[in-house]
């Protein structure tokens, strides 16, 4: 079975840290596409970060560039998301989605990064984790 499980939410105040970590599990040998999204109620779920594995290309939202940084442990499947300079706006859901398809070339590669994983149909999503920021 496929599981992909965050954890590291919590309430911070602004200006705080936290990093996030997903674990995937299960039958897959490599998950090579992977990203964060997150969601508030009543909005659509955003792309926030996201790493193409194998090559290290990594993408973010423009909100969070320069304060949040997305890695990747292959060794033991593990995604993280470290978050620095927390602002309220930051406040949601957090969730991991993971794709393995491989995908040929920088091309296709570069664009499913660009896409925070969605482009293809192999996309499995973790049931999220909470980020609460007070100013």
């Known amino acids: 079975q496929v599981r992909l499980v965050e954890s590291g939410g919590d309430s911070v105040q602004a200006g705080g840290s936290l990093k996030l970590s997903c674990v995937a599990s299960g039958y897959i040998f490599r998950w090579n596409c992977m990203a964060w999204f997150r969601q508030v109620p009543g909005k659509e779920r955003e792309g926030v970060a996201a790493?193409?594995?194998?090559?290290?290309?990594?993408m973010y939202t423009e909100s969070v560039k320069g304060r949040f940084t997305i890695s990747h442990d292959s060794a033991n499947n593990t995604l993280f998301l470290e978050m620095n300079s927390l602002e309220p706006e930051d406040t949601a859901m957090y969730y991991c989605?993971?794709?393995?398809?491989?995908?040929?070339?920088?091309?296709?590669?570069?664009?499913?990064?660009?896409?925070?994983?969605?482009?293809?149909?192999?996309?499995?999503w973790g049931l999220g984790t909470q980020v609460t920021v007070s100013s």
């Open positions: 790493i193409y594995t194998v090559t290290g290309s990594v």
């Open positions: 989605a993971a794709d393995p398809t491989r995908l040929p070339g920088v091309g296709r590669r570069d664009a499913a990064v660009r896409n925070y994983c969605t482009g293809g149909s192999s996309l499995r």
